[in-house]
């Protein structure tokens, strides 16, 4: 069982930066992939950034990549999502997930666990 609790969320201006974290309770986090997803209203939810279970490989939607940096410290516990460059089109509700296996998806039928979001809004 894995628990997950996102922070870092707000309300920005376009340009700005974000980091956001999740921080993970359980004991098999360490031997999770790790997934960052989002969901815009009215639209459904798509696949972000995932990072596996050492952090030694990591991937991105082409919609975020070269601005986006997902990246863990299973010491802590956490992933993170480090944001920049911050456009309107990227607000949306961030959630984290863990997936079942040690490398991830960009499926979320493929995650087992989520949290519960953290609302990025970035005005113009």
């Known amino acids: 069982q894995v628990q997950l609790v996102e922070s870092g969320g707000g309300l920005v201006q376009a340009g700005d930066s974000l980091r956001l974290s999740c921080a993970a309770s359980g004991r098999t986090f360490s031997r999770s992939g790790m997934g960052w997803f989002r969901q815009a209203p009215g639209k459904e939810r798509e696949f972000v950034a995932r990072?596996?279970?050492?952090?030694?490989?990591?991937y991105y939607a082409d919609s975020v990549e070269g601005r986006f940096t997902i990246s863990r410290d299973n010491a802590k516990n956490t992933v993170y999502l480090q944001i920049n460059s911050l456009k309107p089109e990227d607000t949306a509700v961030y959630y984290c997930?863990?997936?079942?296996?040690?490398?991830?998806?960009?499926?979320?039928?493929?995650?087992?666990?989520w949290g519960q979001g953290t609302q990025v809004t970035v005005s113009s």
């Open positions: 990072i596996t279970w050492g952090g030694g490989s990591t």
């Open positions: 997930a863990a997936s079942a296996n040690s490398y991830g998806s960009s499926v979320p039928s493929e995650y087992a666990y």
